[in-house]
C-alpha cells in the first residue's frame, strides 16, 4: 500500500520489496533503523501496542522487530515479540482494513495487550543510547 504523500517513508513496501534489508536480517540504513524506533516509541508512548498494530504503524511490526534486534535492544525485541504472538498464527496482517478486523476480534477492549505496554513503559532497554551506538559502529 502506497501513501498518499509520495515522499513519506514507506517501510511495508520497501520491507516486502527487499529493498530496506539485506538477505537475512540483514543491515538496514540507519536513517530507517531510527524512523523505525521512532515509530514504535511514538505509538506505543501515546497509546500502546494496541495503537501501534490498529493505525498504519501497524504494517511495520517486523521491521521495527528487525530494528530492535539491530540494534541490540534485546528486551523491547522481546516485548515487542510477544506482542506479535498474540495475532493468529504469530503474524501481524499488514492489509490495515484486516489488521484492524483481527484487533477488533482479539482484543474488544484494548487490554490484549497492557502486560506488553507495562514492560515496554518500563524502558529496560535505552532505544536512544542502543541506537547511537549501533550508528557509531558505523
Not at 115 to 132: A, G, T, V
Amino acid at each position: 500500500a502506497r501513501s498518499s504523500s509520495s515522499d513519506k517513508f514507506d517501510a511495508h513496501r520497501l520491507w516486502t520489496s527487499g529493498s530496506l534489508f539485506l538477505p537475512v536480517w540483514g543491515h538496514m540504513l540507519n536513517s530507517d533503523v531510527r524512523e523505525m524506533i521512532d515509530l514504535l516509541e511514538s505509538q506505543v508512548n501515546n497509546g500502546g501496542f494496541n495503537q501501534f498494530f490498529f493505525n498504519s504503524s501497524g504494517e511495520s511490526a517486523e521491521p521495527v522487530l528487525a530494528s530492535l534486534k539491530i540494534i541490540g535492544a534485546m528486551a523491547t525485541h522481546g516485548i515487542m515479540q510477544r506482542a506479535i504472538g498474540k495475532f493468529p498464527g504469530g503474524v501481524v496482517p499488514t492489509n490495515h482494513a484486516s489488521r484492524q478486523s483481527v484487533l477488533a476480534s482479539i482484543d474488544p477492549e484494548a487490554e490484549l495487550f497492557s502486560s506488553e505496554d507495562n514492560d515496554f513503559y518500563r524502558y529496560d532497554d535505552d532505544l536512544l543510547r542502543l541506537f547511537c551506538e549501533y550508528e557509531s559502529r558505523g
